[in-house]
């Protein structure tokens, strides 16, 4: 009989962090990530070993996304958003928030615990906010009206 140690069930057990596959992102694209990566460390004055502790990953992991051989998943991502000071669209290169439009703290609070959750888990949550949601376009739209 074959026994396993804790670390290698525990690391067969743990989300990957990162992807390989080509289907996730093209080559092109995840070293474009993966530069964009490393310009928002190196612009923090960060090592990759300080990136890796921060998001709880290796240095190997964090230098094989630099340059673009693995592509980072999107918890990873958000991980790294946090430690870099930056938000997911400057990473993947897509718009990125002004300081303005920032998330609040109780959003970004309900993100991070709602990312820990099953897409199960997050069905009703969904349909409670379908509900909340009119109910704020009718308050504003009220509000709104009497200003006239």
Request: glycine letters at 6%; hydrophobic letters at 40%.
């Amino acid at each position: 009989m074959v026994v396993e140690d804790a670390d290698r069930v525990a690391e067969r057990q743990r989300p990957r962090a990162f992807s390989d596959d080509d289907r996730v992102l093209g080559v092109g694209d995840r070293r474009a990530l993966g530069e964009r990566i490393r310009q928002a460390r190196l612009a923090l004055d960060l090592s990759q070993a300080e990136l890796a502790d921060a998001v709880g990953m290796t240095v190997e992991s964090i230098s094989r996304a630099e340059r673009g051989v693995i592509t980072p998943t999107i918890w990873t991502l958000l991980e790294m958003c946090r430690a870099l000071e930056t938000d997911l669209g400057a990473l993947v290169g897509g718009p990125s928030r002004t300081q303005d439009d920032k998330l609040s703290p109780k959003l970004e609070r309900a993100m991070r615990l709602m990312s820990k959750l099953s897409e199960e888990d997050l069905d009703p949550i969904l349909d409670l906010l379908a509900v909340l949601e009119p109910r704020k376009e009718r308050r504003f739209s009220s509000s709104s009206g009497s200003r006239s």
